[in-house]
């Protein structure tokens, strides 16, 4: 991490790994819809407590900010997993035929 402060290269890091967080919650908001259905909602609030709690109590800055990153990516995933089944009731994805 000294390396990252010395040429700084924090912001850019941050960035980096704010962009992959987002990236991977896309398909995790999806097969959650998948396989679980609206009540995987429940998860990413738990996540998002976790992670948020996790975040203060971090001395590390820069994972502070990546925990907080994630918090706020699983309560947006919430509101993103109720989307979803909107766009799979639309046709824009498959739904998952074994679910009730």
């Keep these: 991490m000294d390396f990252l402060a010395s040429n700084n290269l924090t912001g850019l890091f ?3 790994i704010t962009f992959l967080i987002i990236g991977l919650f896309h398909p995790l908001v999806i ?3 998948y396989y ?4 995987s909602w429940i998860l990413f609030f738990m996540a998002g407590i976790g992670s ?3 975040s ?3 001395k590390h800055m820069i994972l502070s900010i990546i925990l907080g990153v994630i918090a ?4 947006w995933s919430i509101w993103e997993v109720f989307q979803q089944k909107r766009r799979v009731e639309k046709g824009w994805f498959p739904a998952n035929p074994k679910k009730k």
């Design 14 to 16: 941050i960035g980096l």
């Design 31 to 33: 097969k959650a819809e």
């Design 36 to 39: 679980i259905g609206v009540r």
């Design 52 to 54: 948020a709690v996790a």
């Design 56 to 58: 203060v109590l971090v």
């Design 72 to 75: 706020f990516s699983s309560f």
